[in-house]
């Protein structure tokens, strides 16, 4: 049996996040994760999220966000407007005091610094390919057996575990959800001009369209978020017939524009969980609130 002070069920960003923070106060911390380690690769953008100053600072801090930013994106404009009115608006940053108002950030880059800096920590053990058989707790502490046979005792266990959480499962922490009738599709797309570190998004009648900037000055990820059908048909297009539909809805913004990876859609749903903490068990992050 192995004694600690917190044990985080889920390697992502926020679990590998959490573990660093509470290893800067002495706390010996155990990260458990279902999946494999993340290894470090060329960054594919198909999955990425906007990190916000306040955010680079937390990375900053823990001394992992040279290697992400590396990798980033920065951007120090946004448009944003209405495809059936007039309906505009711009921001931009404004140095020095605020050279960028945030970066575009492929999610797995992300995770993979993250966890170049937790093998750096001593207080730090992770466990990976290996899954929760038993879960208790008292007044105390809370036990956690590994089906590798291995058991950890801890103050605090932290549920870190993603949208369909096994922690918050086995608690019974009651769950919200909510289903938007809509799909969100993804991909990368070459853009005929170039992005000039600018986010974009087009509000359209069937949801908005997200145009965001990649390292490539003529590469975007896009989001294009539209209600189920619309989304279903957008995806049994071929490429040029999308390429064509994507084009017509950014307004040619960007000139032409054409796919550079595959196409991914994903059904947005809203989850809540109306209880984050049981005992010594608490929930963050995706397993608490989530929109996909």
């Known amino acids: ?55 680079m600072r937390v990375l900053s801090k823990l001394g992992v966000w040279q290697g992400i930013a590396a990798q980033a994106a920065p951007y120090s404009q946004m448009q944003v407007w209405e495809a059936d009115s007039f309906g505009r608006i ?35 053990q992770c466990y990976f390919n290996v899954e929760i058989s038993q879960l208790a707790q008292t007044e105390r502490d809370v036990l956690v057996q590994l089906n590798n046979g291995q058991i950890l005792l801890s103050q605090l266990l ?4 993603g949208v369909n959480s096994f922690v918050r499962q086995q608690q019974q922490l009651p769950l919200t959800h909510w289903d938007y ?28 369209l997200a145009l965001l900037p990649l390292p490539d000055a003529n590469l975007c990820s896009i989001v294009w978020s539209a209600d189920t059908d619309r989304a279903e048909a957008l995806m049994a297009l071929d490429d040029n017939a999308f390429n064509q539909a994507l084009t017509a809805a950014s307004q040619s913004v960007l000139g032409c524009l054409t796919l550079q990876s595959a196409r991914q859609a994903f059904p947005l749903k809203m989850r809540y969980a109306s209880e984050w903490v049981r005992g010594r068990v608490v929930l963050v992050a995706d397993v608490a609130q989530h929109i996909y």
């Open 181 to 208: 009738n809509q799909q969100a599709i993804v991909a990368v797309i070459a853009c005929e001009e170039a992005h000039q570190a600018t986010a974009r998004q087009a509000f359209l009648a069937s949801g908005p």
């Open 1 to 55: 049996m192995q004694n600690l002070d917190v044990t985080i069920v889920g390697a992502g960003s926020a679990g590998l996040t959490l573990a660093l923070l509470l290893a800067e106060l002495g706390l010996t911390i155990a990260v458990i994760e279902k999946g494999a380690a993340p290894e470090l690769a060329t960054p594919a953008y198909q999955r990425v999220s906007a990190l916000n100053p306040a955010s």
């Open 90 to 124: 711009a921001f931009s940053s404004e140095p020095p005091q605020l050279p960028e108002l945030g970066w575009i950030c492929d999610n797995e880059a992300i995770r993979q610094q993250l966890y170049v800096k937790v093998q750096q920590q001593a207080a730090i």
């Open 158 to 161: 932290v549920g870190a575990d």
